[in-house]
């Protein structure tokens, strides 16, 4: 009764993960040769007996007061259905072919930014390195100056 009671509450409550990416899936159209999602849900019979649809399982929380609820006496099924585990790896590798695609474009930015600034720095340098000779060259010619102005004023005073 209690089991009951809670399977009610589980199926009364907010669609699970797989109902939530399945309920986008059932606007596409079935291919040929493609299951539906009706018959992805579908549990197979085991022994000889029928253990009705995934919705008894109380996995997808979509059962109805008509469906008959699995006796204590049955098995239920456990894990994923092939198909289930099929479209979680098909989902798993569009987010992972996705992620590396913005992490080659992120890459790529990074690399145009470095590229940019490394041009910056070489004409930064560049501009340095001549004000540099520039600074010199004229310090050279002060001392000079300085060296010949200093000759001079010694040899006034002898």
Same mark, same amino acid.
């Given at each position: *009764?209690?089991?009951?009671?809670?399977?009610?509450?589980?199926?009364?409550?907010?669609?699970?993960?797989?109902?939530?990416?399945?309920?986008?899936?059932?606007?596409?159209? $079935?291919?040929?040769? *493609?299951?539906?999602?009706?018959?992805?849900?579908? $549990?197979?019979? *085991?022994?000889?007996?029928?253990?009705?649809?995934?919705?008894?399982?109380?996995?997808?929380?979509?059962?109805?007061?008509?469906?008959?609820?699995?006796?204590?006496?049955? %098995?239920?099924?456990?894990?994923?259905?092939?198909?289930?585990?099929?479209?979680?790896?098909?989902?798993?590798?569009?987010?992972?072919?996705?992620?590396? %695609? %913005?992490?080659?474009?992120?890459?790529?930015?990074?690399?145009?930014?470095?590229?940019?600034? $490394?041009?910056?720095?070489?004409?930064?340098?560049?501009?340095?390195?001549?004000?540099?000779?520039?600074?010199?060259?004229?310090?050279?010619?002060?001392?000079?100056?300085?060296?010949?102005?200093?000759?001079?004023?010694?040899?006034?005073?002898?």
């Amino acid at each position: *009764m209690q089991e009951q009671a809670t399977s009610s509450i589980a199926n009364s409550s907010i669609p699970s993960s797989s109902e939530r990416s399945s309920s986008s899936a059932l606007h596409l159209e $079935v291919k040929e040769g *493609m299951e539906s999602d009706d018959e992805i849900r579908r $549990v197979p019979e *085991m022994g000889g007996e029928a253990t009705g649809n995934a919705s008894a399982s109380g996995r997808d929380g979509t059962s109805t007061a008509g469906q008959a609820q699995p006796s204590a006496g049955t %098995q239920r099924k456990r894990g994923r259905s092939p198909a289930d585990k099929e479209n979680k790896r098909l989902k798993r590798l569009l987010r992972n072919r996705v992620s590396a %695609q %913005q992490a080659r474009e992120r890459k790529k930015a990074y690399l145009i930014d470095l590229e940019a600034r $490394v041009k910056e720095l070489e004409t930064k340098n560049a501009e340095l390195e001549e004000r540099l000779s520039t600074l010199q060259n004229e310090n050279q010619m002060l001392r000079h100056i300085l060296k010949n102005t200093t000759a001079g004023a010694h040899e006034g005073r002898k």
